[in-house]
């Protein structure tokens, strides 16, 4: 379920497979600025779809961050859907720039999965996360300790990718899925959760910590 450590994810190779192809097709039509061109879409392409080595805690009762990126919410609601209770979200905007590789915040089993299609709205606006499309799962760790993921696709992503299947069991920090070429992930926690981050800050997926467990 989980991605080897290549350097680059296997959803990139239908794109970069093709790219270099028609970069090196250029380069010997002697159509060289057309080729300088690919080759800086080839090179994107492999910057889009890297996924880097990290270095997961090993601490106790941590909760990591789902994904890499720029927190765009934080703070507590009610989630009607799944948790059926209220929690602290937390929401993370990942840009193109951005790995774009999701991990699990802690060890557990998936209990409960959703995709649900939707719209394509920027993913930094709040209403992306009811409107946008979407793939959710709910994650239950020790002590009956739930969580929901949601990844939610934006106005550039137009797949969502998972691997998680209800019944998997994730690692803390094992990849579970990505999204393509911007997008977002909103994390549902139990409110007990003390989280350290706040709105604005760029987290690591599967390192940097988002909150303890009490």
Known sequence: MSEKQWPIVKEGLSFLIPSSILTFLFLLLGWRWIAFLGLLMTLFIAYFFRNPKRKIPSLKNIVLSPADGKIVYLGECEEARFLKQKVLKISIFMSPLDVHLNRAPVSGRVIE?????????????????????????????????????VQIAGWLARRIVCYAREGDYLKQGEIFGMIRFGSRVDLFLPTDVRPIVHLGQHVKGGESIIGYRE
């Open 113 to 149: 999965t959703k995709y649900h299609p939707g719209k394509f709205l920027m993913a930094s606006r709040e209403k992306a996360s009811l409107l946008n499309e979407q793939n959710a799962f709910v994650l239950e760790g020790e002590e009956n300790f739930k969580l929901l993921l």
